[in-house]
């Protein structure tokens, strides 16, 4: 999503915003604006970097119950973080701008996903290692008897490797995640809307080969395997950049998308 801005001129201003989703919780992220130069190299930070360089304003924030947003954190909870997508780009939408795609990673790329196929109006979605197989890697975080423990408790508090409380597992959580269906899902994508891929061939969080299932259901579909990168493509950060960057701008008239709306 961007003003008029040329890529020559382009340089960084970040706006904090702050955005009210349809539960009444208020939704904190950061604009960066294409408007200054910046040299950050941040890992989190370094893709909305080169967006805005190419004169594309990005927004990054927390979904509810996350870093500053309001609310309370929930396991699973992919409909819900849909939603507050829906919230975002309403809010931009009414604030002018030209929302040409969306981009997330992990649980993030599931969320994208699922805001697209029930909504179609974003032509570009960039999914980072989101996950497929929603019933896998449960047991990792949860323990392998995690549904014996759910069923006869209701809930099942998650621990750091410090033994420290991070959060709480309900069954009504549990379930949201193990009936989010993913197949359903990818299929209902527009073929409109244009979808990337990228994972990394040694994450050790999300298999592969749950990419290569997005990529078997999606409609509109461009898959790439980045060889050796794990979950957090350390050490590949250029490559990640450079596919996600290529990808957004072979978007037909990525240039005049560029316009602000009159």
Do not use: W
């Not at 008029?4 to 960066?32: A, D, M, W, Y």
């Not at 927390?62 to 829906?86: I, M, T, V």
């Not at 549990?174 to 993913?182: A, G, V």
């Amino acid at each position: 999503m961007s003003p008029e801005k040329s890529p020559e001129s382009s340089v960084v201003r970040e706006q904090r915003v702050t955005i009210s989703n349809k539960h009444g919780e208020n939704l904190v992220g950061l604009l960066h604006q294409a408007c200054s130069k910046n040299l950050d190299d941040s890992i989190l930070v370094d893709l909305a970097y080169a967006l805005t360089r190419e004169g594309v304003s990005a927004f990054r924030f927390d979904f509810a119950g996350n870093g500053e947003s309001e609310g309370q954190f929930q396991y699973g909870n992919y409909r819900r973080e849909a939603d507050d997508l829906h919230s975002v780009v309403s809010y931009f939408t009414e604030q002018e701008y030209n929302i040409i795609g969306l981009v997330g990673h992990s649980k993030g790329g599931n969320a994208v996903l699922l805001y697209a196929s029930m909504n179609h109006d974003i032509p570009v979605i960039v999914n980072i290692s989101g996950r497929f197989a929603l019933e896998r890697g449960i047991d990792g975080r949860l323990g392998k008897n995690f549904m014996q423990r759910i069923k006869k408790d209701g809930y099942i508090d998650v621990r750091n490797r410090k033994g420290e409380f991070e959060y709480q597992v309900t069954e009504e959580s549990l379930k949201d995640r193990l009936s989010t269906d993913t197949l359903l899902s990818s299929r209902s994508i527009s073929k409109c809307c244009r979808v990337l891929t990228i994972h990394g061939s040694k994450d050790e969080i999300v298999p592969v080969e749950d990419a290569l299932m997005f990529a078997a259901n999606i409609p509109n579909h461009e898959l790439h395997i980045i060889a050796e990168a794990n979950h957090r493509y350390t050490g590949h950060e250029k490559e990640l950049k450079a596919l996600v960057l290529d990808f957004i701008k072979s978007q037909p008239n990525f240039s005049s998308s560029l316009r602000p709306k009159l």
